[in-house]
């Protein structure tokens, strides 16, 4: 029996005009995808996978990380949104994106 993982995977990601998660017409997204896998192989696979299902592409991984709770208790809300889904990706096996940012958002926030 192999056993799973929870993964972090940090990345930039274009955005198709018909994702999902395009709300603001931005060609990109930087944020952070949860999800198990046995492998840091097949943790980048299924990203692949997902990404592709949100009309997403990966433009660069900078991490990808095996999930330590010691790594997390800084309470910020990136830590926040990290733990608050690890229950759902445990339980279901499901696949959340989380502390992402749309390109037009980066810019916007960069100006003030």
Same mark, same amino acid.
Request: aromatic share 12%.
């Given at each position: 029996? +192999?056993?799973?993982?929870?993964w %972090?995977i #940090?990345?930039? =990601?274009? %955005? ?8 603001? $017409?931005s060609?990109?997204?930087? $944020?952070?995808?949860?999800l198990?896998a046995?492998?840091?192989?097949? =943790? %980048?696979e299924k990203?692949?996978? #997902? %990404?592709a $299902? +949100? #009309?997403? *592409?990966v /433009?660069?991984? *900078?991490?990808?990380?095996k999930?330590?709770?010691?790594n997390?208790?800084n309470?910020?809300?990136?830590? =926040? +949104? /990290?733990?608050?889904?690890?229950p759902?990706?445990?339980e279901?096996?499901?696949?959340? #994106?989380?502390n992402?940012?749309?390109?037009k =958002?980066l810019?916007?926030?960069?100006d003030?």
């Open positions: 029996m +192999e056993i799973k993982s929870v %972090l #940090y990345h930039k =990601a274009s %955005l198709d005009k018909n994702s999902p998660i395009n709300f603001d $017409g060609e990109f997204m930087v $944020g952070t995808v949860v198990l046995t492998s840091i192989k097949e =943790a %980048l990203f692949d996978t #997902y %990404l $299902g +949100e #009309y997403m *592409s /433009i660069e991984v *900078s991490k990808c990380e999930y330590d709770p010691g997390f208790v309470n910020t809300q990136e830590n =926040a +949104e /990290i733990r608050r889904v690890i759902d990706v445990l279901h096996d499901s696949i959340f #994106y989380v992402g940012i749309s390109s =958002a810019r916007f926030r960069n003030e």
